[in-house]
């Protein structure tokens, strides 16, 4: 039952509907039993003075000359009689049922009492009208020894009980209506002064600016609403850490970007000198190309990495096979690496066996292997003498519901105190000379982190110099039917 439709679900609102329903669903049952009760208190009087007089006409009777007799004194009859509100009716009969005295068409009683001179109390009917009837008996001895036995009943209309029933219900309700409404002003009031810290709180919310993400104060609140601030505490916290992350990476982006595009600047004057020669010119624009390329390459990495730490939230994953999407990235790669004069393949489960399909974002997926390939080809030197070795692999295991990828390479490796590192936005490992922006392994592993997966690296030829480097990306395959 709710006592206050509303569009929006409101916890005021809440609280007052759950704590005056019971209240006003009680009210009718509060009538009910005071009902009951004010009929109990009101027979109770009445009842007493029917059984004392029952037994007084039970002590009118007398046995004579082994006759029984009933004798009505005037007194006792106007006393009966008396009273102008209701009717006395009375009946008194001997052991065989011949009427003594009284109103013959006074209902017999269903039971009788055990014991003589006990009195039974009972509602019934006389002429229409609702009774109250005394019942008793008892017996009587002559001189012979011989036992008489008389039955004597006393009915009186019901119309003072009711009245006193009223009287009563009226002094018990009439006080409880007038504090109800009471009731209900103080529980508002209550709910008013219960819910100020939340308005408080609101306050201060609202108040702050929005550059202070510092956590709320959780001591002034009451203690079912601690846990709530808790959480806005920690959503804040990791607020504050995303806009410092996102503050930090374009201050690197800014820097890396205005390497290269500083260089296009340079080579362009130099190209516009009036002085310069063909071979200038040509060298120049040389070096505008390969700065154009740096820059776009930075530009689609740091693209990649929005798209992977973003973009894929409202898309829905679909199924992968892996092993096909990685097969696609190292023959898109092929050129690449015979350019290099490196030896590429790929080592692993083909396109459609058990255990190589996943649930996941077929585009991100190919980005990670892509990234984690151009890695391998960036930094892996390769010669006549030491021929450069990159090799793809896909391991599905469909009974461990694991998905392995696995990237590795001969070439000089990561040394244990940079393998944390390399993962940082534009952490590059010192002592090479390969063109890279320090973006491609943070974009795996923000891809991998949006699959649920796990990115570690090691040596992939312990003990051999040089150790070269294993990517390992590994993928918790969900139950079937799940």
Same mark, same amino acid.
């Not at 017999?108 to 009837?133: C, H, K, N, S, Y």
């Not at 890279?436 to 923000?446: A, D």
């Not at 796990?454 to 918790?476: N, S």
């Given at each position: 039952?709710?006592?206050?439709?509303?569009?929006?679900?409101?916890?005021?609102?809440?609280?007052?509907?759950?704590?005056?329903?019971? +209240?006003?669903?009680?009210?009718?049952?509060?009538?009910?039993?005071?009902?009951?009760?004010?009929?109990?208190?009101?027979?109770?009087?009445?009842?007493?003075?029917?059984?004392?007089?029952?037994?007084?006409?039970?002590?009118?009777?007398?046995? /004579?000359?082994?006759?029984?007799?009933?004798?009505?004194?005037?007194?006792?009859?106007?006393?009966?009689?008396?009273?102008?509100?209701?009717?006395?009716?009375?009946?008194?009969?001997?052991?065989?049922?011949?009427?003594?005295?009284?109103?013959?068409?006074?209902?017999?009683?269903?039971?009788?009492?055990?014991?003589?001179?006990?009195?039974?109390?009972?509602?019934?009917?006389?002429?229409? /009208?609702?009774?109250?009837?005394?019942?008793?008996?008892?017996?009587?001895?002559?001189?012979?020894?011989?036992?008489?036995?008389?039955?004597?009943?006393?009915?009186?209309?019901?119309?003072?009980?009711?009245?006193?029933?009223?009287?009563?219900?009226?002094?018990?309700?009439?006080?409880?209506?007038?504090?109800?409404?009471?009731?209900?002003?103080?529980?508002?009031?209550?709910?008013?002064?219960?819910?100020?810290?939340?308005?408080?709180?609101?306050?201060?919310?609202?108040?702050?600016?929005?550059?202070?993400?510092?956590?709320?104060?959780?001591?002034?609140?009451?203690?079912?609403?601690?846990?709530?601030?808790?959480?806005?505490?920690?959503?804040?916290?990791?607020?504050?850490?995303?806009?410092?992350?996102?503050?930090?990476?374009?201050?690197?982006?800014?820097?890396?970007?205005?390497?290269?595009?500083?260089?296009?600047?340079?080579?362009?004057?130099?190209?516009?000198?009036?002085?310069?020669?063909?071979?200038?010119?040509?060298?120049?624009?040389?070096?505008?190309?390969?700065?154009?390329?740096?820059?776009?390459?930075?530009?689609?990495?740091?693209?990649?990495?929005?798209?992977?730490?973003?973009?894929?939230?409202?898309?829905?994953?679909?199924?992968?096979?892996?092993?096909?999407?990685?097969?696609?990235?190292?023959?898109?790669?092929?050129?690449?690496?015979?350019?290099?004069?490196?030896?590429?393949?790929?080592?692993?489960?083909?396109?459609?066996?058990?255990?190589?399909?996943?649930?996941?974002?077929?585009?991100?997926?190919?980005?990670?292997?892509?990234?984690?390939?151009?890695?391998?080809?960036?930094?892996?030197?390769?010669?006549? /003498?030491?021929? &450069?070795?990159?090799?793809?692999?896909? +391991? &599905?295991?469909?009974?461990?519901?694991?998905?392995?990828?696995?990237?590795?390479?001969?070439?000089?490796?990561?040394?244990?105190?940079?393998?944390?590192?390399?993962?940082?936005?534009?952490?590059?490992?010192?002592?090479?000379?390969?063109?890279?922006?320090?973006?491609?392994?943070?974009?795996?592993?923000?891809?991998?982190?949006?699959?649920?997966?796990?990115?570690? +690296?090691?040596?992939?030829?312990?003990?051999? /110099?040089?150790?070269?480097?294993?990517?390992?990306?590994?993928?918790?395959?969900?139950?079937?039917?799940?």
């Amino acid at each position: 039952m709710r006592l206050f439709q509303r569009g929006q679900s409101s916890l005021f609102g809440e609280i007052l509907d759950w704590m005056l329903t019971p +209240l006003l669903l009680l009210v009718p049952v509060s009538i009910g039993v005071t009902w009951l009760v004010a009929q109990g208190i009101a027979n109770r009087p009445f009842d007493r003075t029917l059984e004392f007089n029952a037994q007084t006409l039970a002590r009118m009777v007398t046995l /004579q000359d082994g006759a029984l007799h009933f004798q009505l004194p005037q007194s006792a009859g106007e006393l009966l009689r008396a009273d102008d509100t209701d009717h006395v009716y009375y009946q008194v009969l001997d052991g065989d049922g011949r009427l003594l005295g009284g109103d013959s068409d006074l209902p017999a009683p269903l039971d009788e009492a055990d014991e003589p001179g006990e009195v039974l109390i009972r509602d019934d009917t006389m002429r229409g /009208q609702e009774v109250r009837v005394a019942a008793t008996w008892l017996q009587l001895r002559g001189p012979d020894g011989a036992a008489r036995r008389v039955k004597v009943q006393l009915a009186e209309t019901r119309e003072k009980q009711r009245v006193l029933a009223a009287e009563i219900i009226k002094g018990v309700l009439l006080p409880q209506f007038a504090i109800l409404p009471l009731a209900i002003l103080l529980i508002w009031l209550a709910l008013v002064r219960g819910i100020k810290p939340l308005s408080a709180l609101e306050d201060r919310i609202r108040e702050r600016r929005p550059d202070d993400l510092s956590p709320l104060d959780d001591s002034q609140v009451p203690v079912e609403v601690a846990p709530l601030v808790m959480s806005v505490n920690g959503l804040l916290k990791k607020l504050k850490e995303t806009l410092a992350t996102q503050k930090r990476f374009l201050a690197d982006a800014a820097h890396q970007l205005k390497t290269p595009l500083a260089g296009l600047r340079m080579q362009a004057d130099l190209a516009l000198r009036e002085s310069a020669n063909a071979d200038e010119l040509k060298q120049s624009l040389k070096h505008i190309g390969r700065s154009s390329i740096r820059a776009t390459h930075t530009v689609n990495q740091l693209l990649s990495l929005a798209r992977a730490e973003g973009g894929i939230g409202s898309l829905a994953p679909q199924p992968c096979d892996l092993a096909r999407l990685a097969i696609e990235v190292v023959r898109e790669a092929v050129p690449r690496a015979l350019d290099k004069r490196i030896d590429l393949g790929y080592d692993g489960h083909q396109p459609g066996a058990p255990g190589v399909q996943l649930l996941g974002h077929p585009t991100l997926l190919k980005e990670l292997v892509r990234n984690l390939l151009d890695n391998a080809i960036a930094y892996t030197p390769s010669s006549a /003498q030491q021929p &450069g070795v990159i090799t793809v692999r896909v +391991l &599905g295991d469909p009974f461990g519901k694991v998905l392995l990828l696995q990237v590795e390479d001969n070439g000089p490796g990561i040394a244990p105190a940079e393998r944390e590192l390399v993962f940082e936005p534009f952490y590059r490992v010192l002592g090479n000379d390969a063109d890279g922006s320090g973006l491609g392994l943070p974009i795996v592993r923000e891809i991998a982190d949006r699959h649920d997966a796990d990115v570690t +690296l090691e040596d992939a030829h312990p003990g051999r /110099q040089p150790p070269g480097v294993r990517f390992t990306v590994r993928f918790e395959l969900a139950a079937p039917g799940r």
